[in-house]
């Protein structure tokens, strides 16, 4: 996950909104996607992107992508605490997903 | 059948046992994928099938590790000569053609002692 970067951990109070960020490497990459892991459970996909979009919005999930900079990011409106979870940005590419570290989010109360 | 499921969930295994791994995929999924989950960090790919063809290798991928996918439906991965670096969560994938959406099982979670 070396060429996907994101920041670890990332705290919130409850009701208000996450932005999780990611760098990305590869310009060819065509699909850019973001998942969720809960504790003991498997990946999730929560949305995807493809790389000819600057937006993409899903009640409330947003995600923003510029190409030019390869920065992706994932906005939670309203984070609740079933929001706890690791987010996992990545890029699809070769036919696989390459995946970064992961962004441990922490609702406060 | 809704998702991938994956067989077993949990493996506790001794070093230099063989152990295999069962994933069967969303039903009308041609693409199969297998990666490897350590702690802390993100899922790390493993291979990939095509049908029944295996069409890419990682590095990752030790001559002890194989994967058959024999008519392709299910898949599965067999661990030679277990190591105590091989303890890991081995998830499966899979989408119905190139790029697009893969859709992951559950894990199966290795335990080498």
């Known amino acids: 996950g070396e060429d996907v970067e994101q920041s670890l951990f990332l705290s919130v109070r409850e009701g208000d909104s996450s932005v999780i960020n990611c760098t990305y490497t590869?310009?060819?990459?065509?699909?850019l996607y973001w998942y969720k892991q809960e504790p003991g459970a498997g990946l999730q996909l929560l949305t995807y992107?493809?790389?000819?979009?600057d937006m993409k919005q899903d009640q409330r999930l947003t995600v923003l992508l510029n190409k030019k900079d390869k920065h992706l990011s994932l906005r939670i409106a309203d984070t609740q605490t079933g929001d706890s979870a690791i987010y996992f940005c990545?890029?699809?590419?070769?036919?696989?997903?390459?995946f970064g570290k992961g962004t441990r989010l922490h609702i406060l109360p | 059948d809704t998702g991938v499921s994956q067989n077993p969930r949990h493996k506790i295994t001794k070093r230099g046992q063989n152990v295999t791994f069962r994933c069967d995929p969303i039903s009308e999924h041609n693409r199969l994928y297998w990666y490897r989950q350590t702690l802390g960090q993100g899922p790390e790919f493993l291979t990939y099938?095509?049908?029944?063809?295996?069409?890419?290798k990682s590095r990752l991928l030790s001559d002890r590790f194989s994967a058959e996918r024999p008519k392709g439906s299910f898949s599965t991965l067999e661990i030679q000569r277990t190591e105590q670096g091989d303890s890991a969560m081995y998830l499966c994938a899979s989408s119905l053609d190139r790029g697009g959406e893969q859709y992951f099982g559950p894990g199966t979670r290795l335990t080498v002692t």
């Open positions: 990545a890029e699809g590419r070769d036919d696989k997903i390459i």
């Open positions: 992107i493809f790389s000819n979009m």
């Open positions: 099938f095509q049908n029944e063809a295996q069409l890419e």
């Open positions: 590869d310009s060819s990459s065509t699909y």
